[in-house]
């Protein structure tokens, strides 16, 4: 079976990448980061979705981004917005993706593995820069020019298949592959038992996606939200 190295945060989307990978026949390698986040319930979610999606290899890498923060994500005196808000919100973590994708990268060039799936969506999404179909492809173009494999001609993909996708179609197609969302932790700042607040970005677009796609929210949400 041909090796795919899955960025795999704990979330829906990548969840459902997961499960596509998986579908497409590539044996999984899963590769989650711990940068600094909030909380730690959505590695303990990739860890569930891991195990239940048949990864080959799960992996938790350890970097440290709050030493620069700059983001709601990894500093603790900036806030998790709980309303809509114009532009590039708090939530984006510099360079976030790029460091990811990378780490990806050099996994998968050790395993001889030329596909690496990632959960990016440019549709129903906050404003990140990182998350739009031209960043996907230079990231392609620079990883084809700085790999030893890639010179020696084993070219590398970055698939992005939920790119173009609704959080309404990504739920139904996830669905149709068997993802128990039940497992998945997609909140900004989910409590330890990853339980999601229920009004930060992440969970309104979230249980929008549910409600559109006609689909039950298995999400679990603290009581404060309910």
């Not at 114009?86 to 050099?106: D, F």
Request: net charge negative; charged share 15%.
């Amino acid at each position: 079976m041909r090796k795919a190295l899955v960025l795999l945060s704990g979330g829906l989307d990548s969840a459902t990448v997961l499960a596509i990978a998986r579908a497409q026949g590539f044996s999984c390698y899963a590769l989650s980061v711990d940068y600094g986040q909030r909380h730690h319930a959505e590695l303990a979610a990739a860890q569930r979705v891991a195990q239940t999606l048949g990864a080959s290899e799960h992996r938790i890498i350890h970097i440290d981004l709050t030493s620069f923060g700059g983001s709601a994500l990894t500093d603790d005196t900036i806030a998790v917005p709980e309303h809509p808000s114009a532009g590039i919100p708090l939530t984006y973590v510099p360079a976030r993706n790029t460091i990811m994708l990378s780490l990806a990268l050099a996994w998968a060039e050790v395993l001889g593995s030329q596909d690496i799936f990632v959960g990016v969506n440019a549709v129903d999404y906050s404003g990140y820069p990182d998350c739009r179909p031209e960043y996907i492809k230079a990231f392609e173009d620079m990883a084809n020019l700085a790999t030893k494999a890639a010179v020696e001609g084993h070219r590398l993909t970055v698939h992005a298949p939920l790119i173009a996708l609704s959080k309404a179609e990504i739920i139904q197609q996830g669905i149709a592959l068997g993802v128990d969302y039940g497992t998945t932790v997609s909140c900004y700042q989910a409590d330890e038992q990853g339980r999601a607040c229920g009004v930060c970005d992440s969970c309104r677009l979230r249980a929008a996606g549910f409600q559109q796609a006609g689909v039950a929210d298995a999400t679990r949400y603290c009581s404060k939200s309910q």
